[in-house]
């Protein structure tokens, strides 16, 4: 059994739906419509009207429900609700406990059984005036990637009918200022709480502290049969306490990222879906900031491809493995190369004997370890060396400056073809 976020890299479950479009001939039935429903939880009364564009566009003949721990939201919705045709709606006001969750596993667990395909959403909101660049983008990953448009609504069915492997299909993780989650640290401290319901529900599923989850804020597309586990623990609102929110092991915040597992243990797959006009807007943010990290972590961690980072993490732990086998070991090449590997060995609390240089630099210690030419070791044919060049070329020279002076145990920090090293 392989990890969610593998299987959606692997079988590329990213997909990308234009809003508005004739690109899917084959229209979804009448039917779909009738055995989905769009279940929204609302809860602030300020920002209620920010979601009316998206409740707007979902189509007349889709069951809608609006669920609130505010009676004046429901208000708010049904006058809206009011100047349209839409008469598929129910509204439901539930206990102010467990949120948006317990909107979906409490308040709509009877809902869900008698449809296929659900949508569940709620509504967010900024905390802090630094924050509501990045809450807004959010709230458009959240909705707009869900509920764009009629259009969208029926592709996403679409894809549903298309691929029977699917079970839930999310938008992206969120990008911003003050996000990391895009970058592969979704898991925010809540990974013991994430592990403690899946053992409460029995889930066969591959969930792994060094792979991260792909569901996020309890928003999302799913197949009911995919997470019919989920629902079948019959949560209780006593399983909320909501003095605990600001904690990373309140329950919540392990049942928005088990979604995807809960889904694999029914044998679907998670896929991630999204707006084309998002995906422009999220490509071009990723591009900026990625390249201003990489740009600023370059002296510390001078890997800037994905080959390179491949061929580091192949050859670190020989790397590793030969320094514990040898007693004098050195560093051939004080450049930042040199420098990382030495920051690499200390972290695996490992001191070297010296660095190497080929020619005299005038430099006579970094890091408070000492650097001799290479001429000048009197026992080199003892020593084990690790070159930290990145240069093919100038590691071809290095290795004929060793040998040649009887140095034959030694290892390149930068392996990236098929030679055979020397042990």
């Keep these: 059994m392989k990890n969610i976020y593998d299987i959606r890299y692997e079988k590329n479950l990213m997909f990308i739906l234009p809003e508005r479009t004739a690109a899917f001939p084959e ?69 102010n406990r467990g949120r948006d969750v317990s909107a979906l596993l409490i308040s709509s667990r009877d809902i869900v059984k008698n449809y296929q395909y659900v949508c569940f959403l709620h509504d967010k909101k900024e905390h802090s005036e630094g924050k509501k660049r990045d809450i807004r983008f959010w709230v458009e990953n959240l909705w707009g990637n869900q509920i764009g448009s009629a259009d969208y609504i029926d592709g996403i069915l679409e894809l549903f009918e298309k691929h029977e492997y699917l079970g839930i299909l999310s938008p992206p993780e969120p990008v911003g200022d003050h996000f990391n989650t895009w970058y592969g640290f979704g898991w925010c401290e809540s990974f013991d709480i994430t592990c403690n319901i899946a053992e409460k529900l029995g889930l066969h599923a591959d969930i792994r502290q060094d792979r991260p989850p792909v569901t996020f804020g309890t928003v999302l597309w799913f197949r009911t049969n995919a997470l019919r586990k989920l629902f079948d623990a019959e949560w209780n609102y006593s399983d909320f306490n909501d003095r605990e929110l600001d904690c990373d092991g309140y329950v919540s915040y392990g049942i928005e990222r088990i979604f995807s597992y809960v889904a694999q243990d029914a044998g679907y797959d998670t896929g991630t879906v999204m707006t084309v006009s998002y995906a422009e807007k999220q490509t071009a943010y990723l591009q900026y900031t990625t390249r201003k990290l990489m740009e600023e972590s370059e002296p510390f961690f001078p890997v800037n491809c994905l080959y390179d980072l491949e061929c580091y993490q192949n050859n670190k732990t020989k790397i590793l493995d030969f320094v514990r086998a040898n007693k004098d070991v050195y560093l051939y090449g004080t450049g930042k190369m040199g420098r990382f590997c030495l920051m690499l060995l200390q972290m695996h609390n490992v001191l070297p004997r010296g660095f190497l240089v080929s020619h005299d630099t005038g430099i006579s210690s970094y890091g ?51 030679r055979e090293q020397k042990a």
């Design 27 to 95: 229209k979804v039935s009448a039917g779909s419509h009738a055995c989905t429903a769009v279940i929204i939880y609302l809860y602030y009364m300020d920002t209620v009207d920010t979601y009316y564009k998206y409740i707007d566009q979902i189509p007349s003949d889709i069951d809608l429900y609006i669920i609130s721990s505010v009676e004046d939201v429901l208000n708010a919705v049904r006058s809206h609700a009011a100047l349209s045709a839409r008469e598929r709606i129910t509204y439901l006001l539930k206990e």
């Design 368 to 418: 408070g370890i000492p650097v001799s030419t290479i001429d000048k070791l009197q026992e080199l044919h003892h020593a084990a060396v690790i070159i930290t060049v990145f240069d093919d070329n100038i590691q071809q020279e290095m290795i004929k400056n060793l040998e040649g002076r009887g140095c034959m145990r030694y290892i390149s920090f930068w392996e990236r073809g098929q």
